[in-house]
C-alpha cells in the first residue's frame, strides 16, 4: 500500500524498517478490501449509470415499486400516528415519546413489536418481538446475518442460483464464499442443495447456511409449492443447515386465494433466519427492514439469548440504529392497517398483476409459437412478484444493454449479473413494477426489435 507522506519529507523509520515518502495519499484499490472492484459490488452502480446516460429509454430493468401511489401527506400522518401510540397505547409520556422518536435508539428498533404483529397477523407466523432487529433495508440485514455467521475461514454460504445480488455483495465483504445451489423449476433443486452441502464439508468447508427465496423469487420469479417448502425444512435439517429466508414479494401474487406458508411459519425448530423488507409494502425511501433470529444463543457471559442480540451487537457499530422517524413512518402505516399490509397494498398489488398479465400476454403476441419450428424466445410466467425472465438463443451481457439501451431505447437487466461466474447467460430480466402498461408496449416493442435484429445478425 502505498503511505502518505507528502513530497519532500524525508524517509522514516518504522519498526525498524526505512519506509520511503510518497507523492500522495492517493490509494491503489488492489490495496483495499477484495470485494471492491468485485462485479458483485459494481452491479448495481453499472446498471444505474446505464438508465441515468439514457434517461429517455423506458427502463423494464429497475425492481423498484409502482411511484404513482407515493404520497408525502401519508408520511407525516403515518408519524402522527405512530406518536400517538406510543402515548396512548404504550403510555409514554409526551417527553418520552419525543425522545423515542428524536433521540439515539434502541439498537434492536422501536416497530419490533409492530413487526411480530404484522407477521403474525399476515404469515401466521409467531415470534417473540425481541428476536426481531429492525434494520437499515433488508439490505442491512443480509449484512448482519453474514458478518455473524462467517466465523472462520472455511465457512461457506449455500445460495439458489440466479442470485440476488445485494446478497452476493453482502458475502463479499465479509469475506463469505458464496456456492450456487441450482434453482430450477421448483425454486430449489434439493438433490443438489444435498450435494453442494455435502462437497462443502467433504473439501473441509462449513456450510453456514442456504439463502432462499421461495416466494416469487429475484430475479428469477420463480415459487417453491407447498410439499417443496416442507422438503426444503427437512432436508436443511438432515444436513444441518440454517435456511436464510428473504421475502420482499410475497405479498403481490397475481391471483386472489390463499398464500402459500413462509419457511418461517412452517419452521417449528429454528432453522429459518427470515429476513424482511418494508421497501416494496410501505415504502423504499424509509430504508427500513428487519431480521426475525430467534435461534438461541449463548453469549460470553454465558447468558442464552436469541440471534437477534448477537446480530445487534454488529449493527450498534455499522449503523446504531434504525432512524427511528423512519420507524415510525412504517409503524404507523402498520397501525394505520391493523398491522396488516395485505389491505394496505390492494392498489400495488392489482398494478403488479396488471402490468405482469400485461407483459406476458405482450411477450406471446411478439414472439408467437410457430408450429413449423420450435420457439427460440421463452420466458417465464411467473405466479406473482416484479419479474419476468426472458431466454434467447445469444449471450445477453452488458454491452447488448448498452446497445439496448442507446440504440432500441430499453433498459432490462442483463442475467449474467446473478451469477457467480463468466460464463455467458442467454438470458435477460424484465421488471413490471415501475411502468405502466403502455410503457410496457413500448418496451417490447424495442425489445423484439432488438431481439430480431440480434438473430438476424447471427444468422449472417
Ligand atoms: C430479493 C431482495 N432482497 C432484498 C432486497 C433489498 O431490500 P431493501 O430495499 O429493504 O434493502 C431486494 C431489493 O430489491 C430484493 O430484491
Excluded at 502505498?2 to 523509520?13: E, F, I
Excluded at 491503489?28 to 446516460?53: C, I, K, Q, W, Y
Excluded at 435439517?237 to 419457511?263: H, I, K, M, Q, S
Excluded at 417465464?380 to 432500441?408: C, K, N
Amino acid at each position: 500500500m502505498r503511505r502518505s507522506g507528502g513530497g519532500g519529507r524525508a524517509a522514516y523509520a518504522r519498526g525498524g524498517l526505512r519506509v520511503a515518502p510518497t507523492e500522495s495519499a492517493d490509494l491503489s484499490v488492489a490495496d483495499l478490501h477484495p470485494a471492491l472492484g468485485d462485479p458483485a459490488l459494481t452491479s448495481m452502480n453499472f446498471l444505474n449509470e446505464v438508465s441515468e446516460r439514457y434517461p429517455a429509454a423506458v427502463s423494464l430493468a429497475a425492481g423498484r415499486p409502482y411511484e404513482e401511489f407515493f404520497d408525502v401527506a401519508a408520511v407525516h400522518r403515518h408519524l402522527d400516528t405512530f406518536h400517538r401510540h406510543l402515548v396512548d397505547e404504550l403510555g409514554h409520556a409526551p417527553e418520552q415519546a419525543r425522545r423515542l422518536l428524536l433521540q439515539y435508539g434502541r439498537t434492536k428498533g422501536i416497530v419490533h413489536h409492530l413487526i411480530a404483529r404484522n407477521l403474525a397477523v399476515d404469515e401466521g407466523i409467531t415470534v417473540d418481538p425481541e428476536a426481531v432487529v429492525v434494520t437499515v433495508g433488508c439490505q442491512e440485514a443480509m449484512f448482519l446475518v453474514l458478518r455473524a455467521l462467517r466465523a472462520d475461514p472455511a465457512d461457506v454460504l449455500l445460495a439458489v442460483a440466479p442470485t440476488y445480488v445485494g446478497l452476493t455483495g453482502a458475502a463479499r465483504l465479509v469475506d463469505l464464499p458464496v456456492w450456487p445451489v441450482a434453482g430450477g423449476p421448483s425454486g430449489v433443486d434439493l438433490a443438489d442443495l444435498r450435494a453442494q452441502a455435502r462437497r462443502a464439508r467433504a473439501s473441509g468447508r462449513r456450510p453456514r447456511a442456504c439463502y432462499v427465496l421461495p416466494d416469487f423469487a429475484n430475479p428469477s420469479g420463480v415459487s417453491m409449492n407447498v410439499p417443496d417448502r416442507q422438503r426444503l425444512l427437512a432436508l436443511a435439517a438432515e444436513e444441518d443447515l440454517l435456511l436464510l429466508e428473504d421475502n420482499p414479494y410475497g405479498l403481490f401474487p397475481v391471483e386472489d386465494g390463499p398464500r402459500p406458508p413462509t419457511l418461517k411459519a412452517l419452521d417449528t425448530d429454528r432453522r429459518v433466519v427470515y429476513l424482511g423488507s418494508f421497501a416494496k409494502t410501505v415504502l423504499p425511501g424509509a430504508r427500513v427492514g428487519y431480521v426475525v433470529a430467534d435461534q438461541r444463543v449463548a453469549g460470553s457471559d454465558g447468558r442464552v439469548g436469541p440471534l437477534a442480540d448477537q446480530l445487534a451487537m454488529i449493527k450498534s457499530m455499522v449503523t446504531v440504529n434504525t432512524s427511528p422517524i423512519a420507524q415510525a413512518v412504517i409503524g404507523g402505516r402498520l397501525l394505520e392497517h391493523g398491522c396488516s399490509l395485505v389491505p394496505a397494498n390492494t392498489r400495488e398489488r392489482a398494478a403488479y398483476a396488471r402490468n405482469l398479465r400485461h407483459l406476458v400476454a405482450g411477450l406471446a403476441r411478439r414472439f408467437p409459437d410457430r408450429p413449423d419450428r420450435p420457439a427460440v424466445v421463452r420466458w417465464t410466467v411467473p405466479a406473482g412478484g416484479f419479474f419476468v425472465v426472458v431466454t434467447v438463443p445469444f449471450a445477453v451481457d452488458d454491452a447488448l444493454l448498452d446497445t439496448s439501451a442507446r440504440d432500441y431505447g430499453v433498459l432490462w437487466t442483463p442475467m449474467a449479473h446473478f451469477y457467480d461466474d463468466t460464463a455467458p447467460v442467454c438470458a435477460l430480466r424484465l421488471s413490471v413494477s415501475a411502468v405502466t402498461p403502455e410503457q410496457i408496449d413500448l418496451g417490447l416493442d424495442r425489445l423484439a426489435a432488438l431481439i430480431t435484429d440480434e438473430l438476424l445478425r447471427g444468422r449472417s
